[in-house]
Nanobody, 120 residues
């Protein structure tokens, strides 16, 4: 499966963005989809994941602000980001895996990242 993330940009703190990740292929619904981010000088970290059945998990630092969702008819997973903070600045990546995981190296497919910059 090929993944393409989009929707990043430069926003002020407190603003919202919605990231999208479009997947190719007809088996999108069989994958758990994750969002990860990597800030300059830091390791890639887990942000959110949605299972094949629609169950979701988000990291504590974004809980209540970020929501992950998927539209299997459109082969797309979304990350709605509200109340953005300067510390959310990072390149955001989507990834696909057969079963749910929060560990980046366990993911089989990755899209190119999309940059989110939050200014104060």
């Amino acid at each position: 499966v090929q993944l393409q993330a989009s929707g990043g940009g430069l926003v002020q703190a407190g603003a919202s963005l919605r990231l999208s990740c479009a997947a190719s292929g007809r088996t999108f619904s069989s994958y758990s989809m994750g969002w990860f981010r990597q800030a300059p000088g830091k390791e890639r970290e887990f942000v959110a994941v949605i299972t094949r059945g629609g169950g979701t998990l988000v990291v504590g630092s974004v809980k209540g602000r970020f929501t992950i969702s998927r539209d299997n008819a459109k082969n797309t997973v979304y990350l709605q980001m509200n109340s953005l903070k300067v510390e959310d600045t990072a390149v955001y990546y989507c990834a696909a895996r057969g079963s749910v995981s929060t560990i980046p190296k366990e993911y089989d497919y990755w899209g190119r990242g999309t940059l989110v910059t939050v200014s104060s």
